[in-house]
């Protein structure tokens, strides 16, 4: 076992992060250890992301322990970028988080500069130029060789012609290079897209009541929606993040069915994902901004109400299915729609209500034929015991759910092959189904999975029951 | 206590001449789902009534399809694109299977107007009832329970009749697996599948359903049909008997087979 990464104390009397513990034992006794949780540990910067969100809708996470900002323009609310540094240290300090910063024109110059400058230089460009080759992060010994050659710093590799490196080190090399002189563009990849739609506020003293901080989200529905309608467009998709004033936040978010400008609705929807929430929205030390954005936005028309009242209507079964959607979750409000496939369990698509797509045709009835296809569908099927008078016969008695059925009617069998041109292995076995009715007159659907020449001793299931 | 209780007795029954008088009753309702089956909707003055709770019984647990299949068809034989809000409980997938869109549309009925809502406990079935209810715009409200609903009491379908009739919805609600208990439904039935008219080659027929009405509010209860769905013609009608076959049926008495279910 190896030490994953130490705190500035243990630095401070010599351990390293990828010693051995057993080392690090003998060197220092009493030792405190906390086994490593990459995914804990993601999660967390996550959170900071979240929590850094505040400061610009820009932020990337720099994994596994790195958060890059883009402030360009989002600066001056906190007095300049001296202003946002010492707002990001002052409430990471308070959750006992310490951090190392650098500020830089490009994104990945400032991901060298915090990450590899070791002295300090008197201006941006220098300080670029002074960074050890290591901040191109090459293979190890392409390092090695690069130091080796003289070539310490990105200063002596910058004046050189960009040809011979990429020709020694590869093109990535090259591109690293340019990247962090700023000749090339480092593109940001933002945690969440910066939504079109924002409303914020920002207070002077912290709220601390849930209450309060619901009306607030009201006025901002109010303003998003405003914006809303003057662009022509409705929301699919609303997010409220409630900033905490220790640095970290809470995303609440809902969806609707049909993009809407409805304050009401949208509201509705709010309170009753706030009242469903397993854990409650915490203020902690109170909410010292709430920011309502509408990432997703759909055209919509100034729509007017029909004189007959359908679209009322039809309006009120959205609303209600989006509620139940909030409250149950997405996936347990479900429309059904065909699949293109002839297997009876993937014939059907229960897909979730709020993005489900336009109704497609089912197959219609056979005029005067009872229905081929159950109304309850068993999935997986049930194994039921099955008496047959010839082996590849249809059933005569079976047993389902400790219970006996004599056979006194059946129609079959309708064979069903697997579907032999998706899978190598011919997809499984053929299924041959019937239809049949017991002495009670309950109509089942039974298939026997596979032929005779296909398997020795094919097992029986029931697979639906019809009305 | 003893003295008090009788003051309290009477009370309760004022309570309950005031409620039926000028409670759910005293209300006309605003039309009716009817079978298209003549006799069969003469009977009810015109069939299930809207704004309405109707309750169906499955007569045995293997019923649950049928009773689920009778309720689900009255409502989707009215015309028009009114969708029908189906609420069961996650565990219904496992008990008595998915609803098969495919055998619906077979069934003539018309599966994009189905919206199901899948709750995981009996307790948010029946908040999320309440809420269906009151919303006007579908064509009916399926609420589909397994077994003893205990949180389906007096009060509590009261309050769905309630909502029920303000908004003129009407509410089906299947109980598998249960036996009757008083309630404030309208109608109340018990379902059972019955043996189809062979086809040729002794074949299944038409889904046929036995229906007993156990409960009536407004008139005498007690009938029995036997009624089958004809598809073409989008009704039920009377099960045509072929002599030849006679299996004469499984008129299962409720009694019987609620205590055993129990």
């Avoid at chain 1, 992301?49 to 505040?54: D, I, M, P, T």
């Avoid at chain 1, 729609?337 to 709020?354: F, G």
């Avoid at chain 1, 016969?393 to 059946?410: D, E, I, K, L």
């Avoid at chain 2, 076959?245 to 299962?252: G, K, Q, V």
Wanted: aromatic residues 6%; hydrophobic residues 45%.
């Amino acid at each position: 076992m190896r030490l994953a990464s130490v705190d500035a104390a243990a630095l401070a009397v010599g351990l390293r992060p990828g010693m051995p513990l057993a080392d690090a034992r003998a060197q220092l006794g009493e030792l405190m250890i906390v086994p490593h949780d990459p995914v804990l540990d993601q999660d967390w910067l996550d959170r900071l992301a979240q929590g850094c969100a505040r400061y610009t809708p820009l932020v990337a996470l720099d994994a596994p322990d790195g958060l890059i900002l883009d402030i360009a323009g989002a600066a001056h609310l906190l007095g300049g970028e001296a202003g946002v540094v010492a707002d990001i240290e002052g409430r990471f300090a308070r959750l006992g988080m310490t951090l190392r910063h650098a500020l830089g024109p490009t994104a990945d110059a400032a991901r060298a500069l915090a990450r590899y400058q070791a002295r300090p230089a008197p201006d941006e460009t220098s300080a670029i130029r002074r960074l050890p080759v290591a901040a191109l992060e090459l293979e190890a010994e392409e390092t090695t060789a690069l130091v080796r050659a003289g070539l310490k710093t990105i200063g002596d590799l910058a004046g050189r012609p960009m040809a011979n490196l990429a020709a020694r080190f590869g093109a990535d090399a090259a591109m690293a290079l340019r990247r962090i002189m700023g000749d090339a563009p480092s593109p940001l990849d933002p945690r969440v897209p910066p939504p079109p739609v924002v409303a914020e506020r920002r207070f002077a003293e912290p709220l601390g009541s849930t209450a309060h901080a619901a009306k607030i989200l009201a006025e901002l529905v109010g303003e998003a929606i405003g914006d809303l309608a003057e662009r022509g467009k409705g929301g699919r998709s609303f997010r409220a993040t409630f900033f905490r004033s220790d640095g970290l936040a809470r995303d609440i978010a809902i969806e609707t069915g049909h993009p809407t400008r409805d304050a009401g609705l949208v509201m509705r929807l709010f309170a009753e994902r706030l009242d469903g929430l397993a854990d409650p929205l915490d203020p902690g030390f109170g909410f010292d901004m709430i920011r309502l954005a509408v990432p997703r936005i759909e055209t919509l028309g100034a729509s007017q109400l029909g004189l007959e009242g359908g679209a009322v209507k039809e309006a009120a079964i959205d609303e209600l299915a989006d509620r139940l959607a909030t409250r149950l979750g997405r996936g347990r409000v479900r429309r059904l729609r065909p699949a293109d496939t002839h297997i009876p369990e993937q014939a059907q698509l229960e897909l979730p209500a709020i993005d489900a797509p336009a109704p497609l045709p089912w197959q219609a009835p056979e005029p005067g034929e009872p229905p081929t296809r159950p109304f309850h569908l068993f999935d997986p099927p049930q194994p039921i015991e099955v008496i047959a008078e010839v082996p590849d016969g249809p059933p005569h008695r079976f047993r389902w759910r400790r219970q006996a059925h004599a056979v006194r009617r059946y129609e079959g069998p309708e064979r069903i092959a697997a579907e032999w041109w998706r899978r190598r292995d011919n997809g499984g076995l053929t299924r041959d189904y019937y239809r049949v009715e017991d002495a009670q007159g309950r109509r089942f659907w039974l298939f026997r999975h596979g032929l005779y020449d296909e398997k020795p001793d094919p097992r029986w299931y029931i697979h639906g029951v019809f009305a | 206590m003893r003295e008090s209780s009788h003051p309290l007795a009477g009370l309760r029954q004022r309570i309950a001449r005031i409620a039926a008088s000028d409670g759910v009753e005293s209300h006309r309702a605003e039309g009716w789902l009817a079978s298209g089956h003549a006799r069969f909707d003469d009977a009810l003055h015109g069939g299930l009534a809207i704004g309405r709770i109707h309750e169906f019984f499955a007569a045995d647990a293997l019923d649950a399809t049928s009773a689920a299949a009778f309720a689900a068809l009255v409502a989707l034989r009215a015309p028009g694109k009114a969708p029908l809000i189906w609420l069961r409980t996650t565990d219904a997938n496992k008990r008595s299977g998915r609803i098969y869109a495919p055998g619906i549309a077979e069934l003539g009925g018309d599966p994009d107007r189905l919206l199901l809502v899948e709750t995981a406990d009996p307790k948010m079935l029946l908040a999320c009832a309440n809420d269906a209810i009151r919303c006007a715009g579908s064509a009916a409200v399926i609420v589909e329970s397994w077994g003893k609903f205990p949180l389906l009491d007096l009060t509590a379908g009261r309050r769905l009749a309630l909502g029920a009739r303000d908004a003129g919805t009407t509410l089906l609600m299947l109980r598998l697996n249960a036996v009757p208990t008083p309630s404030v439904a309208e109608t109340r039935w018990s379902v059972a599948a019955g043996p189809s008219h062979a086809l040729a080659a002794d074949a299944p027929g038409a889904p046929a359903f036995d229906l007993e009405l156990l409960r009536w509010r407004g008139g005498p209860a007690g009938t029995r049909w036997r009624l089958d769905w004809n598809h073409d013609e989008q009704s039920f009608r009377e099960t045509a008997l072929s002599g030849a076959l006679l299996p004469l049926p499984a008129r299962r008495a409720m009694a019987s087979h609620g205590a055993a279910a129990a």
